[in-house]
């Protein structure tokens, strides 16, 4: 059974930091990008960041840029979003997601095989 579960959601004061982290089966780690998504209140799924995993390079959504960094840790199948500085627009679920062989953008959520069950993150201002 694959799975993705994410965990380190909470509420925090704007301004402040969070570490999101998503436990990945074997199976997928290894060979799959991975990737944070968002989805706040009335809005769609938003691409946050992601991280391929042949050669680790980054991909984030202007938003985040400077404030948030996804790192993969192969060895404990984890995946990890430091976000920082955080904002009340920032609050949303946020979900985990693993990426295999399609050739969609890594902002497009369709191209995502498997997904978490998602975490909250609120954000007081």
């Known amino acids: 059974q694959v799975q993705l579960v994410e965990s380190g959601g909470g509420l925090v004061q704007a301004g402040g930091s969070l570490r999101l982290s998503c436990v990945a089966s074997?199976?997928?780690?290894?060979?799959?990008?991975m990737a944070w998504f968002r989805r706040a209140p009335g809005k769609g799924r938003e691409f946050v960041a992601a991280?391929?995993?042949?050669?680790?390079?980054?991909y984030y959504v202007d938003s985040v840029k400077g404030r948030f960094t996804i790192s993969r840790d192969n060895a404990k199948n984890t995946l990890y979003l430091q976000m920082n500085s955080l904002k009340p627009e920032d609050a949303a679920v946020y979900y985990c997601?693993?990426?295999?062989?399609?050739?969609?953008?890594?902002?497009?959520?369709?191209?995502?095989?498997?997904w978490g069950q998602g975490t909250q993150v609120t954000v007081s201002s």
């Open positions: 997601a693993a990426k295999g062989s399609s050739r969609r953008s890594y902002s497009d959520p369709l191209g995502y095989d498997y």
């Open positions: 074997v199976r997928i780690f290894t060979r799959y990008d």
């Open positions: 991280i391929k995993w042949s050669d680790y390079n980054t």
